[in-house]
């Protein structure tokens, strides 16, 4: 039976239970799910929230690779966004409730290059506690 690849993309800023919440749901979104996870560069994390991440990208992916829900983590392009995911290759992309970087276009752009992929949104998990920002304050 042919896994089903997942790709969910995030910064990942240490993994949190609205983190978790949303790989799990990624995971869990389809039976025989093989779950990617991308991990934002440093340099467009600065572009998308304005600041540094409080770990680097290697840092940030080893971390989701930890992670028993993930089962390939990889790093997000550093210019482009749409590489990594031709490469990679998924069947659905999983968006979490909030993420509004390079989402736009996503399946205009896909579509342009001759891929029809499924994008889902995953319901948040208690969206005004378990979000990275408000638990640093």
């Known amino acids: 039976m042919k896994k089903i ?5 995030g910064t990942f800023d240490g ?4 983190h978790l ?3 799990k749901q990624a995971k869990n979104f389809t039976e025989n799910s093989f779950l990617i996870a991308s991990i934002a560069r440093d340099s467009n994390v600065v572009k998308i929230k304005g600041k ?9 992916l080893l971390l989701v690779k ?13 210019l482009k966004y749409l590489p990594h995911i031709l490469k990679e290759k998924p069947d ?3 968006l979490g409730y909030d993420q509004k970087a ?14 029809l992929i ?17 638990l640093r304050k």
């Open 5 to 9: 690849k997942i790709m969910v993309f």
């Open 15 to 18: 993994l949190h239970k609205g």
């Open 21 to 23: 919440s949303f790989l």
């Open 52 to 60: 540094k991440p409080n770990f680097s990208e290697k840092e940030r």
């Open 66 to 78: 930890k992670c028993k829900y993930i089962d390939k983590a990889v790093l997000s392009g550093k």
């Open 92 to 94: 659905i992309i999983a």
């Open 102 to 115: 390079y989402v736009d276009n996503l399946k205009k752009d896909l579509k342009n290059k001759g891929i």
């Open 118 to 134: 499924k994008i889902v949104r995953l319901k948040p998990y208690k969206a005004k506690i378990y979000k990275t920002h408000l």
